[in-house]
């Protein structure tokens, strides 16, 4: 499971810990000084379990963690035998929900995997086995942002089928009212016995909320333009910080401060 550490960071993944093209490059030190600290990094993000593995071989992370928006929650025992919690719906479930949607305000609502290739390509930057990685989604529906015109009616619509929808920058996530990354994170402290412990939440999105809501210290990690306004509306009246710098250099740099002030208390 997780450690006795006091702190834990939990990290949206795309915008967050990385870049647009993917880089991981510039947090890449300072998890290895998180992990030489005891400290997890927990990834909380849209992707699909099969992107995180990826993701955590390459990081060499073993921490629990997270995937498509709260829906399901990884992570190996001491044994090294996987365990999973499954909160969401299941995709065939949430793909009708969303057919139900699209008629009741008259417009369709398009899932991402029903993209091709090269759609798929041009929103997300991803080519070849990775777009198939991003397709296997079991536990919410990934779906392309529709105009702004539809989330009042959206919203009000949610209620009905029990779900809600979450917007990212790139696109929108339709879950079950029992699955977000909020959710998910309560989840995982009810294994914990730490009563003193700590969490460090960074997104960028306003699919991040639930998980900043849920966080001692709000960290917001700009992007290149700087910091999207949509989450910040949505911070309004809770404290929180802004990354000075974009993506992995603004969440190496605000992980540092926060887990040294810590560590310094």
Known sequence: MINNSKIWIVSDVDGTLMDHFYDLTPAKETIAWLQRLGIPVILCTSKTKSEVQIIRDDLNLKDPYIVENGGAIYGEYSNGKEWETILGKSYTLLEKILDNLSENINFKLRPINTLTDDEATNLTGLEGESLNLMRDRHWSMAFLNPPDIFNEDLKRLCPKYNVEIFRGNRMSHLLSKN???????????????????????????????????????????????????????????????????????????????????????
């Open 179 to 265: 699955s977000n990354k909020g959710l998910a994170i309560k989840k995982l402290l009810s294994k914990n016995k730490n009563s003193n412990l700590k969490i460090i939440g960074l997104g960028d999105s306003p699919n991040d909320l639930p998980l900043l809501k849920n966080a001692n210290y709000k960290i917001v990690i700009s992007g290149i333009k700087g910091p999207n306004q949509l989450l910040l509306n949505e911070l309004k009246g809770m404290e929180f910080c802004i990354s000075k710098k974009p993506h992995g250099y603004g969440w190496k740099d605000e992980v540092y401060k926060f887990v040294t002030k810590i560590l310094n208390t």
